[in-house]
């Protein structure tokens, strides 16, 4: 496999190291794998941390700013990162308001930061977590126990970061990242495998003419294979799985989210498809977001998220927000 790499070991701390040059407004701490907005800990506010394994960028890293996260840790490639630098990072933003740890269903994840919000408190910074499990697809997989958490963090981490530069208290933040997240619901699809820079070959096979109905952003398995299909039949059987499950009743916040390697003109060919299906079954879309956000490495392939929406989610999904990735109202 072709890669623009140097050698594998040094592939996310190579990230980091250039990420912090194009963006001097975070502080990125490539020894300890931790990205920071660089006016942390923000006096009265509650410190929003998240983080994961590289390879589904830009999340993590690529939200840390304001309105959005005070941090991001990240892990080697599919890998959690670990729970010295959660705590690392909880204590350099927290500034008396407390820290919201916002994890994704992963079950390596899950394990330490429930050891890093341990770890943290008795060190005195108070910790609130919130679990999302927004992907509809499969109960189990490979890597968790319950649904996965895939497009959902991306609404969980803006709205509850929106709740946080308000100054709003740590249970409030909490209670609105809980809402955002029982409101989501996504669906994902694989054209192709993706390759780790370890492994330099693809993570699993899928045949020429195949994809994957359901896939997880680790490629871990979905619902089922079908011959190709086309946008219109994607958008379809993917938008029916999330609203069939999700059941709204009102606006909906929309992300069409590309795998790592599906190009935006097709992306927004399936935004069409997507829109189309949500008309048809008279349910009204608030906002919209095409783009790279929750990621697979090289994968090409797409998710559909939804967020049935009220007016105060609207209004701090709206709010102004200033990251490496989202920017929009400053």
């Not at 589904?56 to 729970?83: K, N, R, Y």
């Not at 407390?98 to 269903?105: A, D, P, Q, S």
């Not at 079908?226 to 958008?235: K, Q, V």
Request: charged share 25%; net charge negative; aromatic share 4%.
């Amino acid at each position: 496999m072709r890669m623009l790499i140097n050698v594998p070991e040094s592939v996310v701390a190579d990230a980091l190291r250039g990420m912090a040059a194009a963006h001097p407004e975070l502080t990125v701490d490539v020894e300890n794998r931790v990205v920071l907005r660089r006016d942390a800990p923000m006096a009265g506010k509650v410190g929003l941390v998240s983080g994961g394994g590289s390879g589904h960028e830009p999340l993590h890293a690529g939200f840390v700013g304001p309105g959005m996260l005070a941090a991001a840790c990240a892990g080697e490639v599919f890998t959690s990162p670990v729970p010295d630098q959660m705590v690392r990072a909880a204590a350099a933003v927290d500034s008396g308001a407390g820290v919201l740890f916002v994890v994704k269903n992963y079950t390596g994840d899950v394990l330490n930061f429930e050891m890093a919000a341990e770890l943290a408190e008795d060190e005195g910074v108070q910790v609130a977590r919130v679990l999302v499990d927004d992907d509809v697809a499969v109960t189990d997989s490979l890597y968790t126990a319950g649904r996965r958490g895939t497009g959902g963090t991306l609404f969980v981490e803006k709205i509850a970061g929106a709740a946080a530069e308000e100054g709003a208290p740590l249970e409030r933040v909490e209670a609105v990242a809980r809402r955002v997240n029982e409101r989501s619901r996504s669906f994902g699809v694989a054209l192709s495998a993706c390759s780790t820079p370890a492994k330099g070959s693809p993570t699993f096979e899928l045949p020429d003419g195949e994809l994957e109905l359901g896939i997880g952003i680790h490629g871990e398995p979905g619902r089922e294979r079908r011959a190709m299909m086309t946008s219109r039949e994607i958008a379809d059987f993917a938008v029916s799985a999330v609203v069939e499950d999700l059941r709204p009743s009102g606006p909906v916040l929309v992300l069409v989210n590309g795998m790592g390697a599906t190009p935006l003109l097709e992306l927004y060919g399936f935004n069409a498809e997507v829109q189309r299906v949500l008309a048809e079954r008279r349910i009204p879309v608030a906002r919209t977001l095409v783009g790279n956000y929750v990621t697979s490495l090289d994968m090409a392939g797409c998710s559909v998220t939804l967020c049935e929406v009220d007016e105060e989610l609207l209004r701090l999904w709206d709010a102004p927000v200033q990251t490496a990735a989202l920017r929009w109202g400053r």
